[in-house]
């Protein structure tokens, strides 16, 4: 965080309203005891401290009034998962395709360089990539997975790469399970506590996948009730604030359902 502080500074021109806001907004969260709801007993990972300096974006853009701008969720990413099977027919890991909303790409793409064909390669955000990925830890990959009844620890994420297809960048990564599990129910969800980042499946079929599983399994998609009201209470908070609920961000989340026999 400081050291966007840093790069914000370091330009010779004036600093554009816009510019002199997310300073401010940095310098204060970095004074701040920022503590989410998860356990996070080392400093915030790197994704929150980029998603604070976006909410600065977010209140001085033209067509968002203030209050829409401080409610809960500040960030939108959009979801993909393959569940990937070994060929003894376990669980092995989730390949993830998270395509982050246009303000949150406008901020990674600060300082970046688009290649001949007016896109970012996958070289040049290949750091990002990594930062990103790595910085989810804290936030147990807003992955949450129980397996046989057991919660489901994860490995080191793997192949994670940013693809820019033009508009927004899409974070791809594979988790692995630190132990892989045979699925005689397997039931998975992706959310963030707190509600400060909003997962949303993307549209269309195929939003969840297996892959390399063995005849008889099944796939279930259930959607999570509406909860009007919580939503109303959520919106009431502001970036500084965290909702009274634990684990308040579930209430919105899918829950993506796996057996075989």
């Known amino acids: 965080m400081i050291a966007a502080i840093s790069r914000l500074k370091r330009g010779r021109r004036r600093l554009s309203r816009r510019e002199s806001f997310i300073a401010r907004l940095m310098t204060i969260n970095a004074r701040r005891d920022w503590r989410p709801r998860y356990d996070l007993r080392k400093s915030p990972p790197a994704l929150f401290a980029a998603l604070l300096i976006l909410l600065a974006g977010l209140a001085v853009a033209v067509l968002w009034p203030p209050a829409v701008a401080i409610a809960h969720p500040h960030v939108f990413v959009t979801t993909r998962e393959v569940v990937v099977f070994s060929p003894e027919?376990?669980?092995t890991g989730i390949k993830n395709a998270w395509t982050f909303d246009d303000f949150y790409t406008s901020f990674l793409e600060q300082g970046l360089d688009k290649g001949p064909d007016g896109h970012y390669s996958r070289e040049t955000l290949h750091e990002l990539a990594k930062t990103n990925t790595e910085g989810l830890a804290d936030a147990n990959y807003f992955t949450f997975i129980k397996a046989n009844g057991r919660n489901v620890k994860f490995?080191?994420?793997?192949?994670?790469w940013l693809e820019d297809d033009g508009k927004n960048l899409t974070l791809h990564f594979t988790l692995p399970?630190?132990?892989?599990?045979?699925p005689k129910s397997f039931v998975m969800r992706i959310y963030d506590p707190?509600?400060?980042?909003?997962?949303?499946?993307?549209?269309?079929?195929?939003?969840?996948k297996l892959e390399g599983q063995q005849p008889g399994c099944s796939l279930l998609v259930r959607k999570p009730a509406v909860n009007v009201a919580l939503k109303q209470q959520l919106a009431q908070l502001d970036v500084t604030q965290q909702p009274n609920l634990e684990d308040a961000g579930a209430a919105f989340a899918d829950s993506i359902l796996v057996a075989c026999p």
């Open 194 to 208: 707190t509600y400060f980042v909003a997962f949303d499946p993307a549209e269309g079929p195929d939003v969840v």
């Open 89 to 91: 027919g376990q669980i």
């Open 177 to 182: 399970l630190a132990e892989p599990v045979k």
């Open 155 to 160: 490995s080191a994420p793997k192949d994670y």
